[in-house]
T-cell receptor, first 116, second 117 residues
Framework: AQSVSQHNHHVILSEAASLELGCNYS??????LFWYVQYPGQHLQLLLK??????LVKGIKGFEAEFIKSKFSFNLRKPSVQWSDTAEYFC??????????????FGKGTKLSVIP | GAVVSQHPSWVICKSGTSVKIECRSL??????MFWYRQFPKQSLMLMAT?????????EQGVEKDKFLINHASLTLSTLTVTSAHPEDSSFYIC?????????????FGAGTRLSVL
């Protein structure tokens, strides 16, 4: 079974600092990769996704992530964070384990606090 | 974008009672919906996959007689926690698979916080 590891439980940054959140997964086959964000009091929202093609994917609000297959990683980055980026970020993996298999495996999440 | 509505957002009940949580896809049809449970500072744990018109598929360790799932239409799945106990207190989240071009995109409800007294 696949698993997802997010390295940081809580990250605290000042505004304008650069962000990188780590995500590693364990699965040897083809995967789809996702980052979801959960703002305080709100539901999970898709930030960006990787299915195939260019391993550097760009999402909403200036976020991007790079899929490095050799490292089983899909780290999330943003050059300059804002106070409004304060939220919890979840990495998720869908392993291609069969036709119509849409299940996601989530990491434990990383809470980002941005100080004005 | 696709919207998933979950109701209620918060419920408090007495031990031994049953609680029903609804998950609706508002602007698309979802043949597959998912139910997750999230403990504080933990990841979302998949409980079951709900398929319209058929029995749900439960993950290992999830009691299907305790967590009844019904997916009677393409826009509604319900999770009923039967004979709830304090250890069932948790945050329950549903998602709906959006069949957009065959890609796996799930849209999430806002979650339901269940507190069993």
């Amino acid at each position: 079974a696949q698993s997802v590891s997010q390295h940081n439980h809580h990250v605290i940054l000042s505004e304008a600092a650069s962000l990188e959140l780590g995500c590693n997964y364990s699965y040897g086959g083809t995967v789809n990769l996702f980052w979801y964000v959960q703002y305080p009091g709100q539901h999970l929202q898709l930030l960006l996704k990787y299915f195939s093609g260019d391993p550097l994917v760009k999402g909403i609000k200036g976020f991007e992530a790079e899929f490095i297959k050799s490292k089983f990683s899909f780290n999330l980055r943003k050059p300059s964070v804002q106070w409004s980026d304060t939220a919890e970020y979840f990495c998720a993996v869908n392993a291609h384990s069969g036709a119509g298999s849409y299940q996601l495996t989530f990491g434990k999440g990383t809470k980002l606090s941005v100080i004005p | 974008g696709a919207v998933v509505s979950q109701h209620p957002s918060w419920v408090i009940c007495k031990s031994g009672t049953s609680v029903k949580i609804e998950c609706r896809s508002l602007d698309f049809q979802a043949t597959t919906m998912f139910w997750y449970r999230q403990f504080p500072k933990q990841s979302l744990m998949l409980m079951a996959t709900s398929n319209e018109g058929s029995k749900a598929t439960y993950e290992q360790g999830v009691e299907k007689d305790k967590f009844l799932i019904n997916h009677a239409s393409l826009t509604l799945s319900t999770l009923t926690v039967t004979s709830a106990h304090p250890e069932d207190s948790s945050f329950y989240i549903c998602s709906a698979h959006h069949p957009r071009g065959g890609k796996n995109i799930q849209y999430f409800g806002a979650g339901t916080r269940l507190s069993v007294l």
